[in-house]
């Protein structure tokens, strides 16, 4: 019978728009968890007046107090949505193994961000930024239509920096998007292959790592695409 997660309180410090109906919280944690939180792409299971939901760390690890970025939709996110600023909620510490931003030093990155998996941009791109490998970083949103686009501020940031960022548009129209950000049209694993087909990225199997974080249709999607642009299939990770 598998261990049953252990739950410690948190403070509810701030709530504000993210942009594209999605909305990002701040938490002030019991001081026990902020040591579980060391890798981008983490993330923890919240409760809040019994109800429970799943939601990826965006800001970084070793911060103090933690972001969550979130959209109404059932579970705890609608409680903490409405509760008044200073309430109180109970989270985990962070779960999962996050992604290996020590194995992707010097490589070239893709990561995908899709819908709140986008919470996750903040603690990955800027690690990259960091580090050093702007170049060779390539970030991917995909979002329904220009309306929905989140976390505009962080992408022009990113953008700024050198890092390639595509808003990758299914419906609506790239015009819309602010013409600092790259925009097309189509779902992202269509994008990521027309950029390596007209040779805007360069893939080299060995020396090449995606990150997706998202719906598990999305990471599907890119694992069955990674072996047509010579990509073994494990070279694309996800955060759970």
Same mark, same amino acid.
């Given at each position: 019978m598998p261990e049953e997660r252990r739950f410690l309180p948190a403070r509810l410090?701030?709530?504000e728009s993210a942009g594209g109906g999605l909305v990002r919280i701040v938490l002030e944690p019991a001081p026990e968890l902020l040591p579980t939180y060391v890798a981008p792409g983490q993330y923890v299971e919240m409760r809040a007046a019994a109800e429970t939901g799943f939601f990826v760390?965006?800001?970084?690890?070793?911060?103090d107090p933690w972001q969550l970025v979130m959209r109404s939709g059932g579970g705890a996110s609608d409680v903490v949505l409405v509760a008044p600023v200073g309430s109180m909620v109970e989270l985990t510490g962070a779960l999962g193994d996050g992604f290996p931003m020590t194995e992707a030093r010097g490589q070239t990155l893709v990561v995908v961000l899709h819908g709140t998996g986008v919470a996750a941009g903040p603690?990955?791109?800027?690690a990259r930024?960091? &580090?050093? &490998?702007?170049?060779?970083?390539?970030?991917?949103?995909?979002?329904?239509?220009e309306g929905e686009?989140?976390?505009? &501020?962080?992408?022009l940031s990113w953008a700024a920096a050198g890092v390639d960022v595509t808003v990758c548009l299914s419906q609506g129209d790239p015009a819309a998007i602010d013409a600092r950000l790259g925009t097309v049209r189509g779902y992202v694993q269509d994008v990521l292959r027309e950029k390596v087909a007209s040779r805007a990225l360069r893939l080299e199997p060995d020396r090449t790592l995606v990150f997706a974080v998202g719906g598990a249709a999305v990471v599907d999607a890119l694992r069955r695409v990674a072996p047509t642009l010579g990509l073994p299939p494990e070279r694309v990770r996800s955060n759970y």
């Open positions: 410090a701030a709530r760390l965006a800001s970084d690890p070793g911060s603690p990955l791109v800027g930024i960091r &580090d050093g &490998d702007v170049a060779t970083t390539t970030v991917l949103v995909g979002v329904r239509v686009l989140p976390m505009a &501020d962080e992408l």
